[in-house]
């Protein structure tokens, strides 16, 4: 019987002889990113990882960029990344954030209560809803017309775009957070699901850290309505943390830019959505 290259994967990372493969983050340098979701579930179990493009940018950037070429069509198992971040672990390589967290969660003691099969699949809808909400639409407010074109080039767009964003969509995704921390599957409100940290938890401090950065206004406005209790003692929790809170004075917690949390006073001024969200 031939094995499957899954099962082959396996082997390499079971075997008592064969140590297992180093687990490689490849993703743009000196940006938290998307790759900081993946850093921080390695950070917060103190699982050693490789950063390749911040530890050495060009040799990292020298695997990065013909793994994203439009002329690879991946190998023999493995299907092409679109984009970083991309993951390597022994033979495997996998791209999508969430895939990767999916990925990594159970071998990291991520991924909820023990016995408790279904638990990852809420863990991803949690971290899934919080990388729609306060990621991915995040980024869509400084580019809400094209990816390609500059911030410059779509600002009254931005404008607007961010009006409905802090008006509309925080308290719409704070709001399903905070009952979330309510509810009897959070097994007490201290942590998203069963009782203890999993990558859901990582994957919203994230977020809010980002759309601290991104929004201070909005954000200092919505801690102090009072309605967003839990998320923001969640928040605290996490970054207390002693390894998170290790990695985040560290010199591997790369700063804000030009990436998806990027800080446009325009864009979070209080004039500007109330303005913007009657037109
Ligand atoms: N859904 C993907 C999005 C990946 C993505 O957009 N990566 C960005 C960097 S954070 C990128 O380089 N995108 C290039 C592009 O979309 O052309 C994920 O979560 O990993």
Redesign the pocket.
């Known amino acids: 019987m031939t094995s499957s290259p899954a099962s082959k994967r396996q082997k390499v990372s079971s075997s008592s002889a064969t140590p297992a493969p180093p687990y490689e983050l490849l ?2 340098p000196a940006m938290p ?3 900081e979701h993946i850093r921080l579930c390695f950070e917060a179990t103190q699982t050693p990882y490789a950063d390749a493009c911040n530890e050495d940018r060009k040799t990292g950037m020298g695997i990065l960029m013909p793994l ?1 070429s439009d002329k690879n069509t991946g190998d023999a198992t493995n299907p092409p990344p ?4 991309v993951l390597r672990h022994g033979e495997l390589l996998l ?6 967290l999916l990925y990594l969660a159970p071998k990291l003691g991520l991924a909820g209560p023990e016995g408790d099969e279904d638990g990852i699949y809420h863990i991803n809808q949690l971290a899934l809803t919080a ?1 729609d909400g306060l ?2 639409e995040t ?1 869509d407010t400084h580019h809400p017309i094209a ?2 074109l500059y911030y410059e080039d779509q600002k009254e767009e931005s404008k607007r775009k961010a009006a409905d964003y802090v008006s509309n969509r925080f308290p719409k995704f704070f709001g399903y957070f905070e009952r979330v921390l309510q509810g009897e599957a959070s097994k007490g409100g201290e942590w998203l699901y069963g009782g203890q940290l999993t990558y859901a938890d990582l994957v919203l401090w994230q977020c809010v850290d980002g759309i601290s950065f991104a929004f201070p206004v909005a954000m200092k406005q919505m801690r102090a309505s009072g309605k967003y209790g839990k998320v923001f003692e969640l928040y605290e929790r996490v970054r207390g943390r002693e390894n998170v809170a290790a990695y985040l004075k560290s010199g591997r917690r790369q700063k804000y830019g030009n ?2 949390y990027r800080h446009y006073p325009e864009l979070d001024a209080e004039e500007v959505w109330n303005v913007e969200s009657q037109k």
């Open positions: 993703y743009w990113g998307r790759g994203i679109l984009a970083p971040p791209s999508q954030t969430p895939n990767i990388l990621s991915n980024h990816v390609g990436g998806i």
